[in-house]
């Protein structure tokens, strides 16, 4: 069985059609990259799968019918760190991160110490412990993403969906963020503009261009230098060995943009 499984999933924003037809599936406890050029419609894809949007077509995630399944059943199994995620600057690092025991909270009771224990655990394993009294606004990028990383397995999800998990963040931040989400073991879905940490970090690669899939497959497969040019409009030169993909850019490969 899938994680994610995607059939035929259409979206428009008002009139204008956004994602014509995706299908796709998500093998469990796999890390799947989503590139596409700025604008082919990653976010759109991340938001569909969380059931934030009515889309036409099939998605389940986790066995769950996201367009039939209520919006607190449904971040039991999956969580979402987004690109622009919701304001939370007044709160402390704690209480951003116990945001994601909510689906578990009932009507009028309160954190158990079991919810307690889940937060402090997701801080300890995402480094941002030492930050929990800490005012979110006072935090660096770095320290933000880990805490928004930190509430998303607070949730205790199945399936964690990541629109940008690297943006703004220098090239350490960016591998110790992707290492840690790794190291979760948990079926992960992040949409990358970073060719080579794509390559790096997942299973599997899904390109979007313009609301399709162009192409999808394991990095060796996908990151070739016909696809990247077809899709990006840059040329590039990509170098294989037996253990890693990279994928390299210069100046004068422009072929369609610029
Ligand atoms: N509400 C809307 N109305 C009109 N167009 C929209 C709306 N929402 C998204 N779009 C358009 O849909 C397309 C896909 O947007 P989306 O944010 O999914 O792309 P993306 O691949 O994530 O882009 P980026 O890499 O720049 O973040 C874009 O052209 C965007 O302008």
């Not at 796999?30 to 799968?49: D, E, Q, W, Y």
């Not at 629109?163 to 949409?191: C, G, K, R, Y």
């Not at 060796?220 to 040019?229: A, G, H, S």
Request: glycine share 8%; with cysteine; hydrophobic share 40%.
């Amino acid at each position: 069985m899938s994680a994610i499984t995607v059939r035929d999933v259409r979206y428009c924003a008002g009139r204008t059609p956004i994602l014509h037809g995706v299908d796709m599936d998500v093998t469990p406890g796999s890390f799947t990259a989503v590139i596409g050029p700025n604008g082919s419609g990653k976010s759109t894809l991340v938001r569909c799968l969380a059931g934030l949007v009515r889309f036409s077509g099939h998605i389940e995630v986790d066995g769950h019918d996201v367009a039939r399944t209520a919006r607190k059943e449904m971040a039991r199994s999956v969580a979402v760190v987004a690109q622009q995620p919701e304001a939370v600057e007044a709160h402390s690092v704690r209480e951003v991160i116990a945001l994601g025991r909510t689906p578990y909270l009932g009507a009028l009771s309160g954190a158990t110490a079991h919810d307690h224990h889940v937060v402090r655990d997701a801080a300890t394993r995402t480094g941002v412990e030492h930050l929990l009294e800490r005012t979110f606004s006072t935090c660096s990028g770095g320290e933000r993403q880990r805490t928004h990383i930190a509430r998303a397995l607070a949730q205790e999800c199945e399936v964690l969906l990541l629109d940008e998990p690297t943006n703004h963040l220098d090239v350490q931040q960016q591998f110790s963020i992707l290492e840690l989400v790794d190291a979760a073991d948990i079926t992960t879905l992040a949409v990358l503009h970073d060719l080579n940490l794509a390559a790096q970090f997942a299973d599997h690669i899904v390109v979007l261009d313009s609301g399709r899939i162009a192409a999808a497959g394991p990095p060796r497969e996908v990151l070739t230098p016909d696809i990247i040019e077809d899709v990006f409009g840059m040329r590039p030169q990509v170098i294989c060995d037996d253990h890693r993909v990279n994928v390299h850019f210069h100046r004068q490969a422009s072929t369609r943009r610029g």
